[in-house]
């Protein structure tokens, strides 16, 4: 099964481009800010014109362009290897989280913050080569289901982020995507989800080597985490990978503050947005207590620093290409 319904947006968001750049978005204050500011920095005459070059935009993956409820779909891939590992080899269990994981107790795993999610995903993701990391990631995407909605994890994407993104790109921005997911995860379908493909990919990273076996290159995930992108580590990522400052950038939790920080701080014209979980009824409602996309600084200090609060349930006609 291949992502359809994403791709088949993809195009048709081109085609509509013209018309509406942004049919799924309600026509708010929010819909008008985004395309104010897109029409600003485009416009050869205005004042705040950017050159093409400089037309970078940065996206949260997590809650941002797809749901991260009831918890990362990572975190969900990585316990079911896990528990495929631990079926072939009960001695991986060594650890109360990963035998919590094991069991499918994913509130004591996330009571381990962070910490507890890369414990498992550090014995989950490791000895594979990258490729087969990749297509086992791109299978378990597109057949697995959501507990909630019964959809493929693949299908959860935001309809309206996806106009958003092929709107940016019409305009010449260069999208990417910035998460604290793994990067060899995202990449798995970020070009057939999103249109982003994995050179625009920037995520947390693992251990990885290079060996010959048998005559054929290849390359392996040892396990470990070598870098975190996440919260402060998102601006190091952006700097590592793209090399300059984005003019736009989106997020939906307090881990994205520092990367729209570092983007609205830039001279000239700059956008930063954070997608605020408030459709209960077609989605989640979430915020400030959430063990999952924690948004509290966000809220309390986005709109002084003059970011756009994207309200999921006012501001979004749909939610998933499918509604």
């Not at 379908?189 to 625009?200: F, N, R, T, V």
């Not at 990273?205 to 985490?225: A, C, F, H, R």
């Not at 920080?261 to 959430?290: I, K």
Request: proline share 5%; aromatic share 10%; hydrophobic share 40%.
């Amino acid at each position: 099964m291949r992502l359809l319904a994403a791709s088949s947006c993809l195009v048709l968001v081109s085609a509509a481009a013209y018309a509406d750049p942004l049919p799924s978005w309600n026509d708010t204050d929010t819909k008008a800010s985004i395309i104010d500011f897109v029409e600003t920095v485009t416009d050869p005459g205005s004042d705040s014109f950017v050159p093409v070059r400089d037309r970078i935009a940065t996206f949260d993956n997590d809650g941002c362009l797809w749901t991260e409820q009831p918890v990362y779909f990572q975190a969900l891939y990585a316990v079911d290897v896990l528990k495929e590992k631990a079926a072939e080899d009960p001695s991986i269990l060594s650890t109360d989280v990963l035998k919590a994981a094991a069991e499918g107790d994913m509130d004591t795993v996330m009571a381990g913050g962070v910490e507890g999610l890369l414990e498992v995903i550090n014995v989950s993701h490791a000895n594979t080569t990258v490729d087969a990391f990749q297509a086992d990631a791109y299978d378990w995407l597109t057949t697995a289901t959501h507990p909630a909605t019964g959809l493929p994890y693949a299908e959860m994407v935001y309809q309206p982020m996806l106009e958003l993104l092929g709107y940016l790109r019409d305009e010449g921005f260069t999208t990417y995507i910035v998460s604290g997911g793994g990067i060899d995860f995202i990449r798995a379908y970020a070009d057939e989800a999103y249109g982003i493909p994995p050179w625009q990919v920037v995520g947390t990273e693992g251990n990885t080597s290079y060996e010959v076996v048998d005559g054929v290159p290849q390359l392996s995930k040892e396990g470990g985490i070598s870098f975190v992108d996440d919260k402060e580590g998102k601006p190091v990522g952006i700097i590592r990978h793209i090399g300059q400052r984005p003019i736009f950038s989106a997020g939906n939790s307090d881990g994205d503050f520092a990367m729209l920080e570092y983007t609205t701080s830039g001279e000239g014209a700059r956008f930063g947005m954070l997608v605020h979980h408030t459709d209960a009824e077609r989605e989640f409602a979430y915020d400030r207590d959430s063990h999952v996309g924690q948004l509290n600084r966000g809220l309390d200090e986005g709109p002084e620093r003059g970011w756009t609060i994207v309200d999921m349930a006012q501001d979004w006609g749909k939610v998933f290409p499918s509604d």
